[in-house]
Nanobody, 126 residues
């Protein structure tokens, strides 16, 4: 399975930006969760949001609730992240990830994920 993230760029504080993540390489792609993580310079990678694939349940980092929205188009094997009211502290490389294990918990832990995209840079200027 290959994950290809796209949509990053340079925006100003207060702007919105949408990211996409296309999964390919397997005829039947059925992760249990897909998620977005991010890593800012000098910081550890952190959980952003996750979605139960084909189930619709969504989960967010508490600090990002209300600004970020994760969604999926499972027939297109595509994951999305809509980011609103961006702040300079949202600057990071954003990664999409797929978790194949069937488990209710752990969706916010990067070690639970099996496949990762290459990352897309999001830079928010003040």
């Amino acid at each position: 399975v290959q994950l290809q993230a796209s949509g990053g760029g340079l925006v100003q504080a207060g702007d919105s930006l949408g990211l996409s993540c296309l999964a390919s390489g397997r005829t039947a792609f059925s992760p249990y969760h897909m998620a977005w993580f991010r890593q800012a310079p000098g910081k550890e990678r952190e959980f952003v949001a996750a979605i139960r694939w084909n189930g619709g349940n969504t989960f967010y980092a508490e600090s990002l609730k209300g600004r970020f929205t994760i969604s999926e188009d499972s027939p297109k094997n595509t994951l999305y992240l809509l980011m609103n009211t961006l702040k300079p502290e949202d600057t990071a490389v954003y990664y999409c990830a797929a978790r194949m294990k069937v488990a209710w918990s752990g969706y916010d832990r990067d070690q639970e994920y099996d496949y990762w995209g290459q990352g897309t840079q999001v830079t928010v200027s003040s």
